[in-house]
T-cell receptor, first 110, second 115 residues
Framework: AQRVTQPEKLLSVFKGAPVELKCNYS??????LFWYVQYSRQRLQLLLR??SRESIKGFTADLNKGETSFHLKKPFAQEEDSAMYYC????????????FGAGTQVVVTP | EAGVVQSPRYKIIEKKQPVAFWCNPI?????LYWYLQNLGQGPELLIR????????DSQLPKDRFSAERLKGVDSTLKIQPAELGDSAVYLC?????????????FGEGSRLTVL
């Protein structure tokens, strides 16, 4: 069975500092990885997906199959980045059945 | 666009009582999902519908949980009888097609408290 691990429950950073959210997964097949974000009083929404290889709101994430990781990074954190971030994995034979990590709360202080 | 609409937003009941949650997906989205989110955890899939067919309900505790999606649009998730451990947020989501882009659109959730 697949598993997604986010080792940090809380990440506190200063504005302008780099931020990295760790995500490790276990899955024997070829997964699709995503980052979802939930801002305060808003609904859960997709931030980015690895297959798109895009940068959203300054965030990037690289899939490292050797280390089975999909860490989320941003070089300069902003206060509006404060949110709950979830790493999620989907099997290509079961789209939509996202396996979520427990989430990392990011707090950016001025 | 309103997005995925869920009701009620909050529900408090006593154990052994029944409860039902309703979801209206985004217009045109044929795939609908019910996820369960316990405190401090990520969402976990309970059931997934493609149109009116439940294509994945392996995680749904069928002794007390039931779901339906009549006419392939709105969906209802029911718990009868509720137990203390059912206290959680029930999230509904929808996607266009089979969700193979990985982009699910979530509702605001229904927070259940069982006393």
């Amino acid at each position: 069975a697949q598993r997604v691990t986010q080792p940090e429950k809380l990440l506190s950073v200063f504005k302008g500092a780099p931020v990295e959210l760790k995500c490790n997964y276990s899955y024997s097949g070829s997964p699709e990885l995503f980052w979802y974000v939930q801002y305060s009083r808003q609904r859960l929404q997709l931030l980015l997906r690895h297959i798109s290889r895009e940068s959203i709101k300054g965030f990037t994430a690289d899939l490292n199959k050797g280390e089975t990781s999909f860490h989320l990074k941003k070089p300069f954190a902003q206060e509006e980045d404060s949110a709950m971030y979830y790493c999620a994995l989907s099997r290509t034979d079961s789209w939509g059945k996202l396996q979520f990590g427990a989430g990392t709360q990011v707090v950016v202080t001025p | 666009e309103a997005g995925v609409v869920q009701s009620p937003r909050y529900k408090i009941i006593e154990k052994k009582q029944p409860v039902a949650f309703w979801c209206n997906p985004i217009s045109g989205h044929n795939t609908l999902y019910w996820y369960l989110q316990n405190l401090g955890q990520g969402p976990e899939l309970l059931i997934r519908y493609e149109n009116e067919e439940a294509v994945d309900d392996s995680q749904l505790p069928k002794d007390r949980f039931s779901a339906e999606r009549l006419k392939g649009v709105d969906s209802t998730l029911k718990i009868q009888p509720a137990e203390l451990g059912d206290s959680a947020v029930y999230l509904c989501a929808s996607s266009y097609g089979t969700g193979n882009t990985g982009e699910l659109f979530f509702g605001e959730g229904s927070r259940l408290t069982v006393l």
